[in-house]
């Protein structure tokens, strides 16, 4: 699995950007929202159970995220058309305000290192990336185990503070400074 530090791999696939079936679709490519920082994070596969508990509270964060210069990405290894239907039959997704992305050739979930070995579903990986494409938080849970979108936006504010943050820090609060 790719972690801090790595190159993110280009993003290079088809996105469902809305429930319409007439502007629903969208190409997501290296240069689509470059220069922002991004949250990617991935899910096993539509029509589950605790997958659309995760996407929707991340969608609940998302003009959280874009306070920050962020744009959030959800992927799966479903395609574009799967995730479409999902999203118009399930309440929590009809109105979700950002893209579900199809990896359906597994590319990116392949270049991440974060398929899981038995399913070949993706893991529930999630990256936080820098605008100059480089992974700063990386964490995955196992298939039966949802993340928490509040502690990745948490997260995603401690690394734009480019300071030392302590254990449970929060925005606003007082970063550690090192006596020089």
Known sequence: MLTVGDKFPEINVKGVVSSDMKTAFKDFTPATDKGKWKVV????????FVCPTEIAAFGKLNADFNDRDAVVYGVSTDSEFVHLAWR???DDLKQLP??????????????????????GVCLRATFIVDPEGIIRHASVNDLSVGRNPQEVLRTLDALQTDELCPCNWK??????????
């Open 98 to 119: 950002f893209p579900m992305l199809a990896d359906i050739k597994r590319e990116l979930s392949t270049a991440c290192g974060i398929l899981d070995k038995n399913a």
């Open 88 to 90: 118009q039959s399930h």
């Open 171 to 180: 925005k606003g609060e007082d970063v550690i400074k090192v006596a020089a």
């Open 41 to 48: 994070f991935f899910w096993p596969k539509d029509f589950t």
